[in-house]
T-cell receptor, first 111, second 114 residues
Framework: RKEVEQDPGPFNVPEGATVAFNCTYS??????FFWYRQDCRKEPKLLMS???SGNEDGRFTAQLNRASQYISLLIRDSKLSDSATYLC????????????FGAGTTVTVRA | GAGVSQTPSNKVTEKGKYVELRCDPI?????LYWYRQSLGQGPEFLIY????????DSGLPNDRFFAVRPEGSVSTLKIQRTERGDSAVYLC????????????FGPGTRLTVT
C-alpha cells in the first residue's frame, strides 16, 4: 500500500462550482500536511499547510482528520485558473520532514 | 525574493554518461531536499541536507547517485553511468529548517537518458 493515496480524478467541473477531494495517508506518525498545486511541466507550488483545526485561504479550505488519516481540499467558486494537479504531501518530524507525496488529483475547470 | 533555482533546466545524455544537476536554494534556508518525479507520479524523496551534511540519503536508488552541499548552500546531485530508467524530472526544494518546514521547490531539471 502506498504511503499517501489520492483519487487521480480527473474532476471536471464548471466555473463557479465547488469541488472537493481527499488524500489518505498510512503513517500515523505523520505530523505535517500540505497541499501543493502543480501545473503541467512546472514545479509543485505550495498552496496550503494543513493545520489540525482546519484552515481556509480565500476560496480554498483544507481539513485534517487524524482519526481516519485523511486530509481534504475544497475549492469554492472554481475559476478556470484553478485547473491543475493538486498534490497532497505528508511529513514526519521524526523522519527529517521529508515529504511523501500522493500521485495527485487532476482538476479541470471548464467555462 | 529569489526562489530556488536549478540548472540546467533540461539535460539530454547518453546511457552510461555522468551528469551533474545543480540546485541553488532560497538564501538563508538551511534545509535542502532532492526529489525525483516521473510522469504521472508525485515527487519521490532522494536525499536531505541540513547545512553541509547529508542527514538522510535513504531515498537514493543506488550507489550511482550521490549529492553534495559543501558550503551549506548550493547542492549538486551527481549521477554516474546513467541508465534510461534515470529519466525523470529532478526537483530541489529548500526550507528554513528551524521551526518552519514548508518546502519550496525549484523549477526542476528534466533529465532524459537516451
Amino acid at each position: 500500500r502506498k504511503e499517501v493515496e489520492q483519487d487521480p480524478g480527473p474532476f471536471n467541473v464548471p466555473e463557479g462550482a465547488t469541488v472537493a477531494f481527499n488524500c489518505t495517508y498510512s503513517n500515523s506518525a505523520s505530523q505535517s500536511f500540505f497541499w501543493y498545486r502543480q501545473d503541467c511541466r512546472k514545479e509543485p507550488k505550495l498552496l496550503m499547510s494543513v493545520y489540525s483545526s482546519g484552515n481556509e485561504d480565500g476560496r480554498f479550505t483544507a481539513q485534517l482528520n487524524r482519526a481516519s488519516q485523511y486530509i481534504s481540499l475544497l475549492i469554492r467558486d472554481s475559476k478556470l485558473s484553478d485547473s491543475a494537479t493538486y498534490l497532497c504531501a505528508v511529513a514526519d518530524f521524526n523522519n527529517d520532514y521529508k515529504l511523501s507525496f500522493g500521485a495527485g488529483t487532476t482538476v479541470t475547470v471548464r467555462a | 525574493g529569489a526562489g530556488v533555482s536549478q540548472t540546467p533546466s533540461n539535460k539530454v545524455t547518453e546511457k552510461g554518461k555522468y551528469v551533474e544537476l545543480r540546485c541553488d536554494p532560497i538564501s538563508g534556508h538551511t534545509a535542502l531536499y532532492w526529489y525525483r518525479q516521473s510522469l504521472g507520479q508525485g515527487p519521490e524523496f532522494l536525499i536531505y541536507f541540513q547545512g553541509t551534511g547529508a542527514a538522510d540519503d535513504s531515498g537514493l536508488p543506488n550507489d550511482r547517485f550521490f549529492a553534495v552541499r559543501p558550503e551549506g548552500s548550493v547542492s549538486t546531485l551527481k549521477i554516474q553511468r546513467t541508465e534510461r530508467g534515470d529519466s525523470a524530472v529532478y526537483l530541489c526544494a529548500s526550507s528554513p529548517g528551524t521551526g518552519d518546514y514548508e518546502q519550496y521547490f525549484g523549477p526542476g531539471t528534466r533529465l532524459t537518458v537516451t
